[in-house]
């Protein structure tokens, strides 16, 4: 069992900055990724941002070069620099993660959300 605890969301004015943490602990024997998705009311779960083991990074169009993923891999933890904030930003960002929980068995996991809004 792996259990993902994220914080740091919050209102934030349109222009602003905030940052997003998400940390794994439970049986983790390795962690091959880690990242964010969002949802805003009436859509669907989108793909923000993901960072793999070897911390090749993928991002989504809309936040590439506003956001920054990055990763902490003693502490398991994966963080979410977020600049230049837009009203579209505003959902609920997701983490996962995705690994081993021995050599042969895998796991994958979210966290339990945590609300952004930027306003206008």
């Known amino acids: 069992q792996v259990q993902l605890v994220e914080s740091g969301g919050g209102l934030v004015q349109a222009g602003g900055s905030l940052r997003l943490s998400c940390a794994a602990s439970?049986?983790?024997?390795?962690?091959?990724?880690m990242g964010w998705y969002r949802q805003a009311p009436g859509k669907q779960r989108e793909l923000v941002a993901k960072i793999h083991s070897g911390d090749k990074t993928n991002y989504a169009d809309s936040v590439q070069g506003r956001f920054t993923i990055s990763r902490d891999n003693a502490k398991n933890t994966v963080y979410l620099q977020m600049n230049s904030l837009k009203p579209e930003d505003t959902a609920v960002y997701y983490c996962?993660?995705?690994?081993?929980?021995?050599?042969?068995?895998?796991?994958?996991?979210w966290g339990q959300g945590t609300q952004v809004t930027v306003s206008s």
């Open positions: 439970g049986s983790i024997f390795s962690i091959n990724a």
């Open positions: 996962f993660a995705e690994g081993r929980v021995t050599t042969s068995r895998t796991f994958g996991s």
